[in-house]
């Protein structure tokens, strides 16, 4: 923008530039890579437990110069599976909070917030009780709680943060590559893990957490939470220069959960997320452990193998989030990637201790289960939280998307008390067989919204005059 004064008489002429699209291009690039490196580093603290269950489990048990902290492997196992269900719960109750204060604060600050805290905890979690020789059963369920609270802060306020950098067209493709940071992540802290891992499973605490702590400076500094407005400088002939910042408007006021619970598609989602989150967590929890026990593998090399499993949760939020955009819907490419879990996990239950086989079938599980969770928390979010029953109100986001998650992270919760009792009693093919059960209902929870997206689909491709067909109508939820 130009803006011309008679330069006589003293006034002088002022230039005011908007900033240019490149600029601004660039800086929503910077804000998805901090968001995606962030998050997945919240992924990578998280998955250091499961990376070590195997050591931390023979260090209750077998530790020569303290008695041990349990007394049978059973009691052992089951513990490692209470403080699963104890940090989902904690994470899970923590989202709607934070989901909700999330659109009343800065995100980025609660971002960050949660990554130099959730990372402390972590460290007191892990670290401290193998340094200091010094087992407690109530401290690791206090400090696993605090981590649980605080890992909470990242994916509502990061979501928010996307909305308001990325909203618009190729949602889907944008948010399921952005969505990726999570098996990243995972995949990230499994290899740390991996490493650091023989020179002390503590040290894998430490290690993880510190990265996470660096980064969160980053986010505290490095972004804004929103685009805003600047002209940019001109200078007069004397070199004094103008310049004008204004943040872009946000219309609305933070709704309820209550609210958000009855928009239209968020209880539906809640429910298929609830189940879907249980399976894909499991996976996250359970998976190296699983394959050290079942085969017999060295912990570091399960670890690696396990690695595969987010490389198909990748490859499925990609390309879910790029047929969803052509489509036009997601509903029908979540459904079918669900459907086809249910034959990659019969597949994966059955395929023994074969190197090659399993880390195919695994990434196979990862594409299928891992990818749509990414889209549903993603990209389904960011639908929920700007569609047109909220009528233009951009301050719904976060709420929407911790009730989201925090659905998913309650059913997560109920499950990692499940798994383990389920394993113990008929064994590890049976737990195969609960997730497959879980997806197939995952899929009916969303079933409705399926069809009415399909019928849709066919309207809009019938040429015109034709009839409809039976049953078929243009209404939505």
């Not at 010094?134 to 306020?157: D, H, K, M, N, R």
Request: glycine share 10%.
């Amino acid at each position: 923008m130009t803006t011309g004064l008679h330069r006589g008489g003293g006034i002088r002429f002022v230039k005011l530039l908007p900033p240019s699209h490149r600029a601004m291009e660039r800086r929503k690039l910077w804000v998805f890579a901090v968001t995606f490196i962030s998050y997945g580093l919240y992924h990578a603290c998280r998955k250091t437990l499961a990376g070590v269950k195997s050591s931390v489990k023979n260090d209750w048990l077998f530790n020569g110069s303290h008695p041990p902290l349990f007394e049978t492997e059973v009691e052992a196992k089951a513990f490692l599976g209470t403080l699963d269900a104890i940090f989902m719960g904690a994470y899970a109750a923590a989202l709607f909070f934070w989901g909700w204060l999330g659109d009343r604060l800065n995100p980025k600050k609660v971002v960050a917030a949660g990554m130099i805290f959730s990372s402390i905890a972590l460290i007191l979690f892990g670290a401290v009780p193998k340094m200091l020789n010094w087992y407690s059963v109530p401290w690791y369920v206090i400090t696993y709680i605090a981590f649980g609270l605080l890992q909470a802060c990242g994916w509502p306020s990061e979501i928010a943060i996307m909305a308001n950098w990325w909203g618009g067209a190729n949602r889907g493709l944008v948010m399921g590559i952005w969505a990726a940071c999570q098996p990243v992540g995972n995949i990230v802290g499994s290899i740390a893990t991996a490493a650091v891992l023989p020179i002390g499973y503590e040290y894998t605490f430490i290690f993880n957490s510190l990265l996470t702590i660096i980064f969160g400076f980053v986010v505290l500094w490095g972004i804004d939470s929103k685009p805003t407005c600047s002209a940019t400088p001109g200078s007069d002939v004397e070199g004094r220069s103008v310049s004008r910042t204004s943040s872009i408007s946000e219309e609305g006021e933070p709704i309820g959960l209550i609210q958000a619970v009855f928009l239209p598609g968020v209880f539906a989602y809640c429910l298929c997320n609830a189940c879907l989150k249980l399976v894909n967590y499991a996976f996250f929890f359970w998976l190296p452990l699983y394959l050290t026990e079942a085969y017999q593998w060295d912990e570091s090399k399960a670890d690696k193998l396990s690695i595969w499993y987010d490389v198909g949760g990748i490859v499925g939020s990609v390309v879910g989030g790029y047929v969803s955009d052509k489509m036009g819907c997601r509903a029908p490419t979540i459904s079918a990637m669900l459907i086809a879990s249910l034959g990659a996990l019969w597949m994966y239950a059955q395929i023994g201790p074969h190197w090659f086989w399993n880390g195919l079938v695994m990434t196979l599980v990862g594409i299928t289960v891992s990818g749509p969770y990414n889209l549903i928390v993603g990209s389904i979010s960011i639908d929920l939280g700007s569609q047109p029953a909220l009528a233009g109100n951009s301050q719904a986001m976060s709420t929407v998307s911790g009730l989201l998650d925090g659905t998913g992270s309650a059913g997560s919760a109920v499950g990692q008390l499940i798994i383990p009792v389920v394993q113990d009693t008929v064994g590890w093919q049976a737990v195969f067989y609960l997730f497959i059960a879980l997806n197939a209902v995952s899929v009916l929870c969303i079933a409705k919204r399926t069809v009415l997206d399909v019928k849709r689909l066919l309207r809009d491709r019938r040429p015109e005059g034709a009839p409809l067909l039976l049953g078929e109508d243009s209404h939505e939820d």
